[in-house]
Every structure is written in structure tokens, then in C-alpha cells.
């Protein structure tokens, strides 16, 4: 059973920064696709980024393209999300999730993905 720990969530200004990771435990994340989903208060559960099982191929929400770059250390089984020019609208929990096929290039849609971390709180303040 694998296991997805998500960390460095915290509370920031506009405009400033910040680097998620996701590590997996109980299984290898190396040849799966991995994303990022975002969910605020009172909306439904969406998709932010993702990458695929080599690393080679990333996509990105429109609303976050260009400021949040996805990224993926397969030896030390993490997947990350660095955060720039951070939005107050940016404020949400975010979770990783690993692809529920092996070696799908990658996928943005939510029902997808096998397994979900228990998310972590960006807050981001104007």
C-alpha cells in the first residue's frame, strides 16, 4: 500500500514563495505519472499540475502556468511543487496523487489517480 506524505504548506504574502514535496512510502513512485490537485474552502477538488513517470512531460492549470513548476527526484521517491508569485487566490489544500496507471504519460483527471496524500494548507495573504 503506498503511502504519499505531503509538506511545506504554510501561510505566505502575495507574491511570495513556496516549495511543496510529496514523498512516497510502501512503493515506487518511478514509473507512474504524479500530480498536484488544489482544493478551496467550499469548491470541488482540482487539478494544479502534473508530471510524468520520467520526468520528461509536465502540464500545468491555466491558472498556474508560468509561476508553479512540477518536478520529480524518483531516486529519493518525492515529487515537489515549487510555488512563485504566489496569489491570495493560490489558498488552498493541496495534495499529490499517484497515477493509477503505470507509465500513462500523465493525466489530469482527478478520478485517475489510485493515491492521495492527506494534503497540506497553503494560505496566502494580500
Known amino acids: 500500500q503506498v503511502e504519499l506524505v505531503e509538506s511545506g504548506g504554510g501561510s505566505v504574502q502575495a507574491g511570495g514563495s513556496l516549495r511543496l514535496s510529496c514523498a512516497a512510502s510502501?512503493?515506487?513512485?518511478?514509473?507512474?505519472?504524479m500530480g498536484w490537485f488544489r482544493q478551496a474552502p467550499g469548491q470541488e477538488r482540482k487539478f494544479a499540475a502534473a508530471i510524468s513517470w520520467s520526468g520528461e512531460t509536465t502540464y500545468y492549470a491555466d491558472s498556474v502556468k508560468g509561476r508553479f513548476t512540477i518536478s520529480r527526484d524518483n531516486a529519493k521517491n518525492t515529487v515537489y511543487l515549487q510555488m512563485n508569485s504566489l496569489k491570495p487566490e493560490d489558498t488552498a489544500v493541496y495534495y499529490c496523487?499517484?497515477?493509477?496507471?503505470?507509465?500513462?504519460?500523465?493525466?489530469?483527471?482527478?478520478?485517475?489517480?489510485?493515491?492521495w496524500g492527506q494534503g497540506t494548507q497553503v494560505t496566502v495573504s494580500s
Open positions: 510502501g512503493g515506487t513512485l518511478s514509473r507512474y505519472a
Open positions: 496523487a499517484l497515477d493509477a496507471k503505470w507509465r500513462r504519460v500523465l493525466t489530469t483527471t482527478l478520478s485517475e489517480y489510485a493515491y
